[in-house]
């Protein structure tokens, strides 16, 4: 299994998916190819603080905050995924 990341575009264009990159003067991107096919037409820069890992559950990332059910009183609680 790739391991898969998602940021938030720092141009403002919303998420993007894929291959998470810090470059050597410690900007943040993510590649939506892989890099043995990516070009400079291939990644968008991100904001660092946006960075999720995907967990391998549905569509659900590191550091997303997800409702739940409580199973004490059936209340839908918010739990952050670490």
């Given at each position: 299994?790739?391991?898969k990341?998602?940021g938030?575009?720092?141009?403002?264009?919303?998420?993007?998916?894929?291959?998470?990159?810090?470059?050597?003067?410690?900007?943040?991107?993510?590649?939506?190819?892989?890099?043995?096919?990516?070009?400079?037409?291939?990644?968008?820069?991100?904001?660092?603080?946006?960075?999720?890992?995907?967990?391998?559950?549905q569509?659900?990332?590191?550091?997303?905050?997800?409702?739940?059910?409580?199973?004490?009183?059936?209340?839908?609680?918010?739990?952050?995924?670490?």
């Amino acid at each position: 299994m790739k391991i898969k990341f998602r940021g938030w575009r720092t141009d403002g264009g919303g998420w993007v998916y894929g291959y998470y990159v810090k470059d050597p003067i410690g900007k943040s991107r993510i590649y939506w190819q892989p890099f043995e096919e990516a070009t400079s037409n291939t990644y968008h820069f991100i904001t660092p603080e946006s960075v999720g890992q995907y967990t391998g559950r549905q569509n659900i990332f590191k550091d997303d905050i997800v409702d739940v059910e409580d199973g004490a009183d059936g209340l839908p609680e918010e739990m952050k995924v670490f």
